[in-house]
């Protein structure tokens, strides 16, 4: 762990090695687990205000989910999350075929809203867990992600420069900057 501005960063995102494999898991982290993606405050509001524009992306099920739940909900741990249809699918994903794909980012794709997703899907597989004086940044390990983990080696792409953009989203250009030298400077024995 090393410490970047307010930000306590696990090196596991500089060391381990991952690129999505969506060929592989058809995006099981949109359909697997027991809980909706992690959400800010101010998403919450975001997902209210788009939700009209998003909805003709959705599936049937995902929009029922959707007007029964909310555009989000209070989970089980009291976090803000997207809600699940039947405690499984996330209601905002959709199938290309039998892959997940996310229809806020298809909304977004097709120049219809200008949010891309929730910053914690974008930035999938590091979790942020903000604390009153800082964010703890980590590298979230899930058995299904084993194809993005080897093809990551195939290619030798670390994790955070396969969420390069997400990271930038989250904590600004400089940060990233800073990240990068620390990358450097770990790699070369510093």
Known sequence: MFQLGKTIVS???????FVCNLSACHGACCVDGDAGAPLTQEETKILEEIYPKVKPFL????????EKLGTW???TDQDLETPLIDNKDCAYVIFDGKTALCGIEQAYNQGIINWK???SCH????????????????????DICNP?????????????KFVKEALIRKFGQDWYTELEKVAEDLKNGK
Do not use: H, M, Q
């Open 11 to 17: 090196e596991d995102i500089l060391e381990k090695d």
């Open 148 to 160: 993005a983990c080897t093809l990551g080696k195939e290619l030798e792409v670390p994790v955070y």
């Open 59 to 66: 599936r049937p099920e995902g929009i029922e989910a959707i």
């Open 123 to 142: 930035l999938y597989p590091i979790r942020v867990k903000d604390f009153s004086e800082f964010s703890a940044v980590n590298y979230d390990r899930w």
């Open 73 to 75: 909900v209070v989970g």
């Open 117 to 119: 997703k929730p910053v």
